[in-house]
């Protein structure tokens, strides 16, 4: 049996895909249920919202692919095994200290703003997330990268990473439909600002090659890359981050503002667990409201708003086929905010992310970095480079949302607001 289909005409939902697909899935799926296909020329898509059906597809990865053909499977398969690489857990734990520095550069250069003066939080974050990467995934110390260019500013990379659109693709649609869309051509400000990061990863590589650290990604990449790929692959890694890092931990201070009695519940925790110092890898288990919050973050805010899966042979879920080498599409952002799935989906309430709570859970709701063998590599340093900013950062300092700013999420962004986010910032006592 085939699932419903919404009538419209290919080029209404091609609009819908590119222009504004959030509210276009979560309109389809009021309308047409939890499952529904729709066709782009020969392509059948099939998009999936029941958690159990969704369960069913993570679960099954030797059917439901990344890519539509083993051979891009495979290249996608290789590109990420050295990536992985950089994602053990022993390397993750070795970070934190990185991490837990940068939040507290951060809280130096907060506090040395005029009082009252107004500050984009969102651009705050990307430099302090970029920082950590410059010391991680690149393996490059700071000093030595400013030692070496004295000129380069932190600051213009973090605001070219936003207008330089598709760095890396978290645009799902494009990324895994572009052979059946309009070609995408970036404006003259995307290129020029695309150019700008790829002179950046140039001198991040060359203060790496004065200075190499052996067994890194860096390594390994320069070892065996010619140089341009080398740049691309550091660009790819760039973009990957910063789409992945900056997003939550940036929602995270507009929503504690916006919800006072949930930031004063985690000042107590962090005033009883850390006591004014920063955080490190052992606080991590201690800080379980903290991990609640970033976890609330995540479901309202997901930086990834959609995944996309090849089905390589016929399947049939809740008794609606899913042919041979057609397409499922999952979104987070259609299942975090259902009602069916959350009690009061659109209301900030960490407390749904007790043990108890959890247990309840049916099926996959909830899949911020998606499920299953392809799932994301960077996880756990995404949960704990959060909690470990959050808790370090949030003991001091109390951010105050300017009233009557437009936040509402860029989905080729990974949902960030195209104009950051600005408000004013309380130092507590």
Same mark, same amino acid.
């Given at each position: ?21 959030? %509210? ?59 990536? @992985? ?54 393996? /490059? ?16 990379? @973090? ?38 990061? /790829?002179?950046?990863?140039?001198? /991040? ?97 997901? @930086? ?21 080498? %057609?397409? /499922? ?46 799932? @994301? ?53």
């Amino acid at each position: 049996m085939k699932a419903p289909s919404p009538q419209l005409a290919e080029s209404e939902i091609i609009d819908g895909l590119v222009k504004n697909p959030l %509210s276009f899935f979560t309109g389809l799926t009021e309308k047409l249920g939890d499952h529904f296909t729709f066709k782009i020329g020969d392509l059948e898509i099939n998009f999936i919202n029941d958690p159990l059906a969704i369960e069913a597809v993570f679960e099954d990865g030797d059917n439901y692919k990344k890519k539509p053909d083993d051979t891009s499977e495979q290249g996608y398969l290789g590109m990420m095994s050295g990536i @992985c690489a950089m994602f053990t857990p022993e390397l993750v734990n070795s970070y934190t200290s990185c991490m837990s520095a940068a939040a507290e550069r951060s809280v130096d250069r907060i506090k040395s703003l005029e009082e009252g003066k107004d500050l984009d939080i969102f651009h705050e974050m990307m430099l302090l997330t970029l920082e950590i990467e410059i010391e991680t995934l690149y393996s /490059v110390n700071l000093e030595h990268l400013i030692g070496d260019h004295p000129d380069l500013d932190l600051s213009e990379v @973090c605001r070219n990473l936003m207008f330089a659109d598709r760095v890396y693709g978290f645009d799902p649609v494009y990324t895994g439909l572009s052979d059946h869309l309009p070609e995408f051509t970036r404006n003259a400000q995307s290129q020029e600002a695309r150019n700008y990061l /790829v002179n950046f990863l140039k001198k /991040v590589i060359e203060t790496f090659k004065k200075y190499p650290k052996e067994k890194t990604l860096m390594n390994y990449l320069t070892d065996n890359l010619p140089e341009e790929k080398l740049v691309d692959t550091a660009l790819v890694i760039l973009g990957a981050h910063h789409e992945v890092a900056v997003p939550a931990i940036s929602r995270v201070w507009q929503l504690l503002s916006e919800n006072p009695e949930v930031e004063s519940k985690l000042s107590t925790e962090l005033s009883t667990v850390l006591s004014g110092r920063a955080a490190t890898q052992e606080d991590l288990k201690d800080l379980k409201y903290t991990h609640m919050v970033m976890h609330e973050v995540r479901r309202l805010y997901p @930086c990834v708003w959609m995944v996309m899966r090849w089905s390589r042979e016929e399947r049939q879920i809740n008794n609606f086929v899913i042919p041979k080498d %057609s397409v /499922v599409m999952m979104s987070q952002w259609v299942s975090h905010r259902d009602s069916s799935h959350f009690v009061d989906p659109l209301v900030f309430n960490p407390e749904r992310w007790t043990d108890e709570a959890i247990q309840r859970l049916e099926g996959i709701p909830f899949f911020p970095f998606s499920k299953g063998i392809r799932s @994301c590599a960077g996880e756990q340093f995404a949960e704990m480079q959060d909690a470990l900013i959050l808790a370090t950062m949030a003991q001091s300092l109390r951010f105050n949302l300017e009233s009557n700013q437009d936040l509402s999420p860029l989905a080729r962004r990974s949902n960030a607001p195209q104009l950051g986010i600005r408000g004013t910032v309380t130092l507590k006592d």
